[in-house]
C-alpha cells in the first residue's frame, strides 16, 4: 500500500516561513518524481513545486518562485517544500503528489500524478 503522509501545516503570519514535509511509504522512492500542489478554497488545485526523481531539477509556479525550495531525500523517501516571506494568498491546503514517467521529470498537471497525500493545511493570517 503506497501512502504519502503532508505535515508541517499551520497558521502563521505573514512574512514568516515555513516547512512542509511528505513522508512516503510502499514507493519505490527513486523512480517517482514529486510534487507540491495547493488548493485555496473555491479554486483550482494549482502546481507549486515539482523535483525530478534524481533531484537534479526542480521548478516552482511563478508564485513561489524565489522565495521557496523543494527538496528530496531518497534515502528517507521524503519530499520537503519551504516556502518563506508567506503572503495572505499562500493560504490553502498543501498536497505532495508522486509520478512515475520514462524522463522522470514532475509535471504541473494534477491528472498526471499516480499518488497522493491527504494534505496539510497552512494558513498565513495576522
Known amino acids: 500500500q503506497v501512502t504519502l503522509v503532508e505535515s508541517g501545516g499551520g497558521l502563521v503570519q505573514p512574512g514568516a516561513s515555513l516547512t512542509l514535509s511528505c513522508v512516503t511509504s510502499?514507493?519505490?522512492?527513486?523512480?517517482?518524481?514529486l510534487a507540491w500542489f495547493r488548493q485555496a478554497p473555491g479554486k483550482e488545485r494549482e502546481f507549486v513545486a515539482g523535483?525530478?526523481?534524481?533531484?537534479?531539477?526542480?521548478d516552482y509556479a511563478y508564485s513561489v518562485k524565489g522565495r521557496s525550495t523543494i527538496s528530496r531525500d531518497n534515502a528517507r523517501q521524503t519530499t520537503n517544500l519551504q516556502i518563506n516571506n508567506l503572503k495572505y494568498e499562500d493560504t490553502a491546503v498543501y498536497y505532495c503528489?508522486?509520478?512515475?514517467?520514462?524522463?522522470?521529470?514532475?509535471?504541473?498537471?494534477?491528472?498526471?500524478?499516480?499518488?497522493w497525500g491527504q494534505g496539510t493545511q497552512v494558513t498565513v493570517s495576522s
Open positions: 503528489a508522486a509520478r512515475s514517467t520514462m524522463d522522470g521529470m514532475w509535471s504541473t498537471k494534477s491528472n498526471t500524478y499516480n499518488y
Open positions: 510502499g514507493l519505490t522512492f527513486h523512480n517517482y518524481a
Open positions: 523535483i525530478s526523481r534524481g533531484g537534479g531539477r526542480t
